[in-house]
DNA sequence: GTTGTTGCAAAAGATTTGCATCCAT
DNA sequence: ATGGATGCAAATCTTTTGCAACAAC
């Protein structure tokens, strides 16, 4: 989907690093290797993916660490939780240089594509005013029949990992 | 928050009554509470909060009954379900007059609010179409800082159900 | 009477946590 | 050496489910 080329990858290393020794925190083989797999993964993914994936390292890594570290990232600002209406989370890493965007999701296959919308974003921003709130988040997601479901009747269903029902 | 008389929820209980028949489905005591009960809440609320309020009735209705119920309301299109990134989902109450809306949360006390933009409907639209996408659902959440927060540094801290972080 | 419903307790699924051991600093 | 990190298993939290007894139609 995206690609992470490995400098990249070294950057946001060290933005990790930098993160941790701010914080106090150690500098561990378990965090990098976390770290390092999630910014090279390029599509939203679930911890259960992010377990599987490291399934190699599984006698290094525990599911305890991930969920750890995940945190961590997130603290950190370099991954961005998700709540697309399933079981699981969704997380999506989040390189410096990305601009933000939102979501729509295909309500059968669950294939989630991105989208940037200047309007809405000002809109909001409006919105917030309005309401007389210092606006720090927000969230949009779009659901919906995908091209190939309304064309075909049926698209890859359930490639993700979790249901969408 | 909302004013809901009788005679709303008498019309809301015989749409609910019609919808359980239409599945052959059956209207039990039990159905008919949980349902008023929830017509009459007007706020957002989860099933935590709704046990909470029908406590007294509580060797009436178990849990399961009321999350069963909750179920079928979502189905029979009187609920919405929300999710505002807390542990657990959230309900509102839609009655049959009820336009569409969004919501703007505080991220300290959790006070939801509520907005409806229709240039931002327009705009999701297009970008549906944009994506080749038969929109189905969409939800937008803005969360920040209330005025009280942003104002005086402090506002009604955890007066929800739910912790937001 | 038949079929769906309820309550209970157990199960499931995601995530968190206590604690003893281990490791980065 | 010492304070934080890890792995494990147990705990937690929300929601779902199997099943026997029960109620609506």
Redesign the pocket.
Known sequence: MKENNSFDIHKELSKFSEFLKKK????????LLVAEKIFSIGEHF???DLTEILKDKRD??????I???V?LLVESGQLIEHDFGK???YYEFSPSSQEHHDHIVCLDCGIIEEFYNPNIEKIQIEIANKFNYELKDHSLNLYGKCKLLKEKGFCEKQKQS?KLN
Chains 1, 2 share one sequence.
């Not at 290094?60 to 660490?65: G, K, L, N, V, W």
């Open positions: 106090n925190l150690k500098i561990t083989s378990q965090r679930t911890v259960e290094e890594i525990s599911r305890a660490t969920y750890r570290t945190s079981n699981s989370k979790d």
